[in-house]
């Protein structure tokens, strides 16, 4: 028997993205601390993200539940203006941008995605919003101050605007192997509502 086995669990994030040049922008500001810090575990580009909320890993039956309403959400939001600024750490460990712009959109929407998640009766830890793109993490037991050092280099970083356009309900292979973490998108829609409102 050839079948492959496929998981009963997902792990399971919505999120928005920002567009490629803005992600390209950051990156440039980087390349300082790309070359100062070559230990650390750096995020790949592509997998940039500001989480509204995380699910952890949740059973695959699940996943359609949570499709209509975000769909429903979305068609009934508008873009958000947003912008990649400052930098900081969590722990010495992680790597962090801030996001900039419309702060109160982007937290009522993660307000709003998160009642839809409780509505679809799929159990998470609720936490704080703290809006970020993760960029980077140090290894364990190293001892250079390389995410402080990192973060120093784009302290000052205020990245263009652009248009948060679309919510994604992103899958990621976690602990699924020894290799990077890699995220794909399960599906995204686009935000369709009103500009005016």
Do not use: C
Not at 115 to 132: C, M, Q, T, W, Y
């Amino acid at each position: 028997m050839n079948e492959q086995i496929k998981p009963a669990t997902v792990r399971v994030f919505i999120a928005l993205a920002p567009p490629d040049d803005a992600k390209e922008e950051l990156a440039r500001e980087l390349r300082p601390a790309y070359q100062a810090y070559p230990r650390m575990r750096w995020n790949r580009i592509e997998d940039w993200h500001i989480t509204l909320a995380f699910l952890g890993e949740v059973p695959v039956a699940t996943v359609p539940l949570l499709r209509p309403p975000l769909a429903d959400l979305a068609a009934a939001r508008r873009p958000l203006r947003l912008a990649l600024r400052g930098s900081g750490h969590f722990d010495e460990r992680v790597l962090w941008t801030g996001i900039g712009g419309e702060l109160e959109g982007l937290r009522l929407l993660a307000t709003d995605v998160r009642a839809v998640v409780k509505e679809s009766g799929i159990p998470f830890e609720d936490r704080p919003l703290n809006p970020h793109l993760t960029l980077a993490r140090s290894r364990r037991n190293d001892p250079t101050r390389a995410v402080e050092g990192a973060a120093a280099g784009i302290a000052a970083f205020t990245g263009r605007p652009w248009q948060a356009e679309r919510l994604h309900l992103v899958g990621s292979n976690i602990g699924r192997g020894p290799g990077p973490i890699h995220y794909r998108d399960i599906e995204a829609w686009n935000f369709t509502g009103d500009p005016s409102s």
